[in-house]
């Protein structure tokens, strides 16, 4: 399949109102053309409006939706050229793998001696070569997520659209099908916009992460970015695995946590409440070799929990506050580990110490 080039996609001051809701409050975003960019949001944080608004299924109450910098706000969805494939795959259960992928072709009237060689092309994209004649109910799930991909592929559009694709999958499947979309998106070169409530896969898979909350856009940044930089304690909490504390301004770069003095490598916001985020991955059990500026404080081990290729150790500050830091599984690592009840001595590095608003907004 050839590459498509992408669409850019713009969306000015978006907002959609059912009634007394505001599914989307003026949401402003500019999307390149061939970026694989997630739409990320707990439930009825109003992904699936804006990518309704995108699709053209949902009319916004007000703004304006630019495709390669056409005006399309009110384009009907079957004008747009967009592909979509959403969580359910909405197959059709009595045709087989080739006429349902061949229904883009026949819904836009393209001639009929160009189906087969698009449907084998399409389904050895998502390596289901060969399975033109099968029917739906003889499929996997992961391989009916997969026509459902050859579907919205198989008209090359510059711009998909995807829904919580992979969420009706088992883990291992999903995280497969995830790197794959990955691949899959840097062959095609299409524009994809994602959603997904699974913080994992929107980092795994794109260019950029876009967070919703209660219809507004919270932050949009790249993976690493979003992690390490999170623009509010709801960000933090989200992106990550983050324990998050409230901290006191104690002048410079130093907040106190409960008492203790905590240093920041890293600006502090000018004003507001504080919250530390102290990622699991960033606090270490000392063992002697840590650099001197680390912020070190003690705690108590509560409970000890094997996750497989690494373990989680809760703990608890003198004046009772929980936290947890990841060790990886192997030798060196766990033998740092003292039995639950016993104290430990933990240390983060001021590079990794960050402080967020309470609230960006
Ligand atoms: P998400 O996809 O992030 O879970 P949605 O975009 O589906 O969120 O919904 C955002 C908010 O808008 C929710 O409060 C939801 O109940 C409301 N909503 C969505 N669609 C409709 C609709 N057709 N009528 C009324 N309220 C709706
Ligand atoms: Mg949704």
């Given at each position: 399949m050839a590459k498509s080039g992408g669409e850019r996609v713009e969306i000015r001051s978006a907002s959609k109102i059912y009634g007394s809701v505001r599914a989307l409050d003026d949401v402003s975003l500019d999307i390149a053309a061939q970026e694989f960019v997630s739409l990320l949001g707990p439930s009825g944080s109003g992904k699936t409006t804006l990518l309704g608004i995108l699709g053209g299924f949902v009319q916004p109450s007000a703004g304006t939706i630019l495709f390669g910098g056409r005006d399309v706000t009110f384009t009907p969805p079957h004008k747009r050229d967009i592909g979509i494939v959403f969580q359910n795959y909405a197959l059709f259960p009595h045709m087989s793998v080739g006429e349902n992928v061949a229904f883009p072709l026949r819904a836009r009237r393209l001639p009929k001696s160009t189906y087969a060689e698009r449907v084998r092309a399409a389904l050895a994209m998502v390596d289901l070569a060969g399975y033109e004649e099968r029917g739906i109910g003889q499929l996997s799930g992961g391989q009916r997520q997969r026509v459902a991909l050859a579907r919205a592929m198989i008209f090359e559009p510059r711009l998909i659209l995807m829904d919580e694709p992979l969420s009706a999958l088992d883990k291992q499947l999903r995280e497969t099908m995830q790197i794959e979309l990955r691949q899959l998106h840097k062959r095609l070169g299409a524009t994809i916009?994602?959603?997904?409530?699974?913080?994992?896969?929107?980092?795994?898979?794109?260019?950029?992460?876009?967070?919703?909350?209660?219809?507004?856009?919270?932050?949009?940044?790249?993976?690493?970015?979003?992690?390490?930089?999170?623009?509010?304690?709801?960000?933090?909490?989200?992106?990550?695995?983050?324990?998050?504390?409230?901290?006191?301004?104690?002048?410079?770069?130093?907040?106190?946590?409960?008492?203790?003095?905590?240093?920041?490598?890293?600006?502090?916001?000018?004003?507001?409440?504080?919250?530390?985020?102290?990622?699991?991955?960033?606090?270490?059990?000392?063992?002697?070799?840590?650099?001197?500026?680390?912020?070190r404080f003690s705690a108590r081990v509560t409970d000890i929990v094997f996750q497989g290729e690494s373990l989680r150790v809760f703990l608890a500050l003198d004046d009772g506050t929980p936290l947890s830091l990841r060790q990886p599984s192997h030798f060196e690592a766990t033998s740092r580990i003292p039995p639950v009840g016993e104290r430990v001595a933990i240390s983060l590095h001021p590079q990794d110490t960050i402080i967020v608003p309470k609230a960006a907004r």
């Open positions: 916009i994602y959603v997904t409530h699974d913080q994992r896969e929107a980092l795994t898979m794109s260019d950029r992460v876009a967070i919703l909350k209660d219809g507004k856009l919270v932050q949009i940044d790249k993976p690493s970015r979003l992690h390490d930089h999170p623009a509010d304690a709801f960000v933090a909490s989200f992106i990550g695995e983050a324990t998050l504390l409230p901290v006191e301004r104690a002048g410079g770069d130093t907040v106190s946590l409960a008492g203790t003095p905590i240093r920041t490598a890293r600006p502090l916001p000018p004003s507001g409440d504080l919250v530390l985020a102290i990622q699991t991955e960033k606090l270490l059990i000392e063992d002697g070799a840590g650099a001197p500026e680390r912020n």
